[in-house]
C-alpha cells in the first residue's frame, strides 16, 4: 500500500479481554515499530523489529504485551487481560532500514478498556 | 525517562508570523534528528530531520536548527498558517535507532 495501514481504527474491549491490533507496513521496509500515545502525552517505545532480526522489547511495559512481526511484514500487538490503563492509541510505523531514518507513521488504534 | 523533551508545551502564534518550536535533549550520542506534526486524529508525519554532522537544515517553510554544544534543537515556521496547527514533536535517534519522542508543543494559530 502507499503508507502504513492499521487496523481496526478504534477497538473498545472490556476489562480483562484479550485485544489483537494489526499494523500493514509499507512495502520493502524491513523496520517496524510500535508506539503507545497517551492522551496529550508523547510516543512510548515498545517494540522494534528489524529484518530477521531478535526484536528488541525493551519497551513492553508488562508480560501481558507481545508482538510478532510475521514473514517480515505485517505486525501483531496483543495485549492481554487488558486493563483500564492500557487505554491510549497505539501507533506503528516502519522505515526502509531502521537507524538514521525517517520512520512513517499509520493513523493509530485507538484502544479503550472499560 | 525521556531523553527528549520540549521547553514549552503550548505555543499560540498570530497567522503569518513565524513560529520557532523548541526542544532540548540530553543524550550526546544522538547523531539524528527529527521533527514531526501530528494533527488530531492522525498519526505523527515527517516534517524535516537533521544530522549531527550539520546545524542547519531548510525545506519548505520550516528550517531546523541543531546546536550540539547545548543539545538543542528548533523548528522554525516560517508565515505560520491555520493548516499548521498541531502537535509537534521532536524525536531523537542514537544508534540504537529507536527513537525517542518528547511530550510535545501544540501549536495553535489565531487568525
Known sequence: GAGVSQS???KVTEKGK???LRCDPISGHTALYWYRQSLGQGLEFLIYFQ???APDKSGLPSDRFSAERTGGSVSTLTIQRTQQEDSAVYLCAS???GAGTEAFFGQGTRLTVV | GESVGLHLPTLSVQEGDNSIINCAYSNS???YFIWYKQESGKGPQFIIDIRSNMDKRQGQRVTVLLNKTVKHLSLQIA???PGDSAVYFCAENANDYKLSFGAGTTVTVRA
Open chain 2, 29 to 31: 550520542a544522538s547523531d
Open chain 1, 8 to 10: 481496526p481504527s478504534n
Open chain 2, 79 to 81: 508565515a505560520t498558517q
Open chain 1, 51 to 53: 529484518g530477521n532480526s
Open chain 1, 18 to 20: 484479550d485485544v489483537e
Open chain 1, 95 to 97: 522505515s526502509t532500514t
